[in-house]
């Protein structure tokens, strides 16, 4: 039984590089996918496992820490005190 046609967020179609284009979809014959801007069609080829991750712009980042962010911490200023002890 073929399930139903659906988009992949945030997957680009390796014909025409446009973004959220790329629908997926499952028949008999194996996993689809199918670009709607350009006609792009391909079957998932047996050598990738049937859960392999289409390539996206949320999955191209390496997950590293970036140890350039540093922890903020804010304090009251010691003028702000006085000016709540005046009222």
Known sequence: ????????AGAVCPRCAEMDKIV???TEDGQFRECVACGFADRQGDAEPV?????TRVNKRSNRDDHTVKQVVFFKSSSADDDQSRH
């Open 1 to 8: 039984m073929a399930s139903p046609k659906r988009f992949i």
């Open 51 to 55: 859960a392999a991750e289409l390539q």
């Open 24 to 26: 997926m979809f499952t």
